[in-house]
């Protein structure tokens, strides 16, 4: 896959890496991280979108580190998105293609479960376009 077809994918911690146990940092979630680094090796970008901030938000970027897992960005914005629909301030949102949370209207799925979605959902993101394309090539 090439890298620059990749999707912007912002990821929470507590409760989605790692069961919630906030403050402290709870036992990892059945292959989150490896789910994570694969979707990395498959050209995606990853940035941390978490609560957490201080001392709270770096034991959580180490812990993740410490496991080979490293993020573009953490609580901050894919330097593409730092200029949002023309302007010229910093969105406060993490913006991103997708985000994952625990907190997601219907539940957190299985890490197995976000791979395959993710992975689906670049081919459907294509055969939009193209359906689109054709349709207002036909159009003029
Ligand atoms: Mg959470």
Known sequence: ????????????????????????????????????????????????????????????????????????AVNNNHPKNYLFQGRSDKSCKVIADIYIDDHNLGGLPDWDTIYSMISGMRRKKRSWWKRTFKKRSRKR
């Open 1 to 72: 896959m090439e890298k620059s077809k990749g999707l912007t994918i912002a990821v929470d911690f507590d409760g989605t890496i790692v069961e919630h146990e906030y403050p402290k940092i709870g036992k990892e979630k059945p292959f989150a991280v490896e789910t994570l680094r694969s979707l990395q090796e498959d050209g995606h970008t990853l940035i941390l979108w978490t609560a957490r901030d201080g001392e709270l938000l770096d034991q959580a970027v180490e812990w993740c580190a410490s496991r080979g897992l490293n993020f573009f």
